[in-house]
Nanobody
Framework: QVQLVESGGGLVQPGGSLRLTCAAS??????????IAWFRQAPGKEREGISCISTFGDITHYADSMRDRFIIARDNAEGTVYLQANNLQPDDTAVYYCARKPGTACSGNAVSWGPGTQVTVAS
C-alpha cells in the first residue's frame, strides 16, 4: 500500500497562490498508478472534496465551487500529483489532504490519506 504525504502548504496573503504536492512517502515510489484526490477541512467544518485526477490523467473532477481557482495535474516524471491553488482567500484556510481512490477513475471513497498540510490565508 502506497503511503501519501502532502507538501507546499504555508502562510499566503489573500489573492496569492500555492502549489500543493502529493507524493509517495517512500523514497523512489510513484503515484503514477493511482487515482488521487484532494480534500480540505477548515476549522469547525466538515471535510470537503476539491478535485480528483484519474490514474491516466484523462479524467479530472472538480467541486463546482473550486473549479475556477484550483487546478489538479500529474507530474509523471516526479511521480507526484499537484494542486495549484490560485486567488486564495481567508475562507480557503484549512488543512489540505490528498487521498488515494480505488480503481482508475474518480469514483468510490478514498482508501488512504496523507497527514495533511496546513494552508493559512491571511494578510
Amino acid at each position: 500500500q502506497v503511503q501519501l504525504v502532502e507538501s507546499g502548504g504555508g502562510l499566503v496573503q489573500p489573492g496569492g497562490s500555492l502549489r500543493l504536492t502529493c507524493a509517495a512517502s517512500t523514497s523512489g515510489a510513484t503515484l503514477n498508478y493511482y487515482t488521487i484526490a484532494w480534500f480540505r477541512q477548515a476549522p469547525g467544518k466538515e471535510r470537503e472534496g476539491i478535485s480528483c485526477i484519474s490514474t491516466f490523467g484523462d479524467i479530472t473532477h472538480y467541486a463546482d465551487s473550486m473549479r475556477d481557482r484550483f487546478i489538479i495535474a500529474r507530474d509523471n516524471a516526479e511521480g507526484t500529483v499537484y494542486l495549484q491553488a490560485n486567488n486564495l482567500q481567508p475562507d480557503d484556510t484549512a488543512v489540505y489532504y490528498c487521498a488515494r481512490k480505488p480503481g482508475t477513475a474518480c469514483s468510490g471513497n478514498a482508501v488512504s490519506w496523507g497527514p495533511g498540510t496546513q494552508v493559512t490565508v491571511a494578510s
